[in-house]
Nanobody, 123 residues
Framework: QVQLVESGGGLVQAGGSLRLSCAAS????????MGWFRQTPGKEREFVAA????????GYADSVKGRFTISGDNAKNTIDLQMNSLQPEDTATYYC????????????????WGQGTQVTVSS
């Protein structure tokens, strides 16, 4: 099976920075896009950032534009999320996802997902 594992979460003061990483293991696979999502208990999963390998475009939620940067390596199916100027509202469990095909635009059960890493920002 395909496994995605997130790392880099932790506790940080408001205004601080964290860098999340997502690494793939298990069965070799190819993705067309990878992204980061976050979720707080009782709330819906929220899109954060994604990269589409061809043509290499990136997209961000309005709430993180200018503060977060996504990067990655298509050959290794890895992505990072550099998070700067963190605020308490960024507190969430962050999930890495990999999309196998662009035949559907939504992210869900047909995609690969990691187990999540907790990010907590204190004020």
């Amino acid at each position: 099976q395909v496994q995605l594992v997130e790392s880099g979460g932790g506790l940080v003061q408001a205004g601080g920075s964290l860098r999340l990483s997502c690494a793939a293991s298990g069965r070799t696979f190819s993705s067309v896009a990878m992204g980061w999502f976050r979720q707080t208990p009782g709330k819906e999963r929220e899109f954060v950032a994604a990269i589409v390998w061809s043509p290499g475009t990136t997209g961000y939620a309005d709430s993180v534009k200018g503060r977060f940067t996504i990067s990655g390596d298509n050959a290794k199916n890895t992505i990072d999320l550099q998070m700067n100027s963190l605020q308490p509202e960024d507190t969430a469990t962050y999930y890495c996802a990999a999309k196998k095909t662009l035949s559907q635009t939504s992210w869900g059960p047909n995609d690969y997902w990691g187990q999540g890493t907790q990010v907590t920002v204190s004020s």
